[in-house]
């Protein structure tokens, strides 16, 4: 069974940073493209960053140069640094293969607040 766990969102205030993490297990989480999300109230998930197999990754511009993404093979596992964070990058974040995506986790939320 495909199952991710998402960890690491908080209250930060902003200019603060956050590392998110998502292990998965159930499938040959090397094999894939992995993907974080994220969806604010109000509106839709939209793909944040995402790494290939190889190690090749994607940014959205709304997070570029602030954001990075990685992986960990062995222990199933990527993470989302995050840095300079601004009041608009208060959303729920999630993870995900790019495809086939599967169901959808909890999430960890991250809200930025002054």
């Known amino acids: 069974q495909v199952q991710v766990v998402e960890s690491g969102g908080g209250l930060v205030q902003p200019g603060g940073s956050l590392r998110l993490s998502c292990a998965a297990s159930g499938f040959i989480f090397s094999a894939y493209t992995m993907g974080w999300y994220r969806q604010a109230p109000g509106k839709q998930r939209e793909l944040v960053a995402q790494?290939?197999?190889?190690?090749?990754?994607y940014f959205a511009n709304s997070v570029k140069g602030r954001i990075a993404i990685s992986r960990n093979n062995g222990e199933s596992t990527v993470y989302l640094q995050m840095n300079s964070l601004k009041i608009e990058d208060t959303a729920g974040y999630y993870c995900?293969?790019?495809?086939?995506?599967?169901?959808w986790g909890q999430g960890t939320q991250v809200i930025v607040s002054a």
């Open positions: 995900n293969r790019i495809y086939p995506q599967f169901t």
């Open positions: 790494i290939s197999s190889g190690g090749e990754t």
